[in-house]
């Protein structure tokens, strides 16, 4: 039986032009970039290379780019350093972010007894931007704004302009998890509307373990890790040089074919909507699905019952891989706070996510075996 993959807002199978340009990184071009000698000169040039690459892409320059461990790292480096570094004593964000942000908020409340304040979500998963604007006027301390610019569950798309223009009026801070969105949407921070910008490679056929923080040249923070000068004194440790080096090459790629891409996985999603709503009358879509949406993700709730109890582990057995939420909570049994946030009625949602790879047939076989198993 071959396995269909739908879960790409989770992770996406490395490029093989990737995999390619990092080969040489793994084996012979070893060195330590921090070393005078050839062999770390050769890795160091690299990195460097790597950074003007991403910060090309992103009309960022090379100095406001940071590698890190992953997105993960890289919100949380972002969100400590606005508290601890810029006097952010407010911090505004919604309840349907990525963990890595909730928890750390929730950390730095409970540690540095920062006042947090919940934006409204809206019923299609959209952030209620007039009173983002109120709260943030109406605040006696600096403010840090936290909200992503797609959310990893239900795809929403926030608009970071005017969320940026309303921190710029009132001279709050903006950090913006833009993982699901690098590497899928242009993105241009010559325009200054965000001061922490988020990323990862392995979703966008990158791998695993490098993550990109964009750090506004407006800004001046103190290091997250201590112990050497990597990183421009920023982030010690010695370098993921293959990491980087596939990091960079996933990105330009990713961007070199964006439209084509996006066209055809934008195809996909749409197919698969209109056949799940002929299959499944009573189905719910969750969130803008249709409007100001990632077209990577289609999340849909199935009406709770015995068949669809255990929808995710029928589909797994059957070869096809999607998920129930964010994948870095799917260990734990909670069900997934983002549509909690949505819908009061209990019903089972399963998140399509879609790439480059995906096929219009992967699709016909994945709805076929939904029918069975829901008929």
Known sequence: MSRIYLDNAATTPLDPQVMEAMLPYLTT????????????????LAVENARKTVARIVKASPGEIFFTSGGTESDNMAIMAAVEDLGCRHI?????????????????????????????VKPNGHI????????????????????????????????????????????????????????????????KWIHFATGASHKFH????????????????????????????????????????????????????LEKDRAHILSLKLYMAEALQQQVPELLFNGDWNGE??????????????????????LDMQGICVSGGSACSSGADVGSHVIRALRSTPSVPIRFSFSKYNTKEQIDEVLRVLAGLLN
Do not use: W
């Not at 949406?293 to 029928?314: C, D, H, I, W």
């Open 206 to 257: 990158g791998p695993k373990g490098v993550g990109v923080l964009y750090v506004s040249d407006e800004l001046t923070v103190q290091p997250i890790i201590h112990g050497g000068g990597q990183e421009r004194n920023m982030r010690a440790g010695t370098e993921n040089i293959y990491g980087i080096v596939g990091f960079a090459k996933a990105l330009e790629l990713a961007d070199q074919q």
């Open 92 to 120: 505004i964000t919604s309840s349907i972010e990525h963990h890595a942000v909730v928890h750390t908020i929730e950390h730095l409340q409970k540690k540095l007894n920062v006042q947090v304040s919940f934006v409204s």
């Open 293 to 314: 949406s990632l077209y990577t993700v289609l999340n849909v709730s199935f009406p709770r019952n015995e068949k669809t109890e255990m929808l995710l582990m029928a």
């Open 29 to 44: 071009h070893f060195g330590n970039p921090s070393s005078i000698y050839s062999f770390g000169r050769e890795t160091r």
């Open 128 to 191: 209620d931007l007039d009173q983002l604007a109120s709260l943030v006027a109406g605040s006696s301390q600096r403010v840090l704004v936290s909200l992503m610019h797609a959310n990893n569950e239900i795809g929403n798309l926030l608009d970071i302009e005017r969320v940026g223009a309303i921190c710029k009026e009132h001279g709050a801070i903006f950090h913006s998890d833009t993982v699901q969105t690098l590497g899928h949407y242009p993105l241009d921070f010559s325009k």
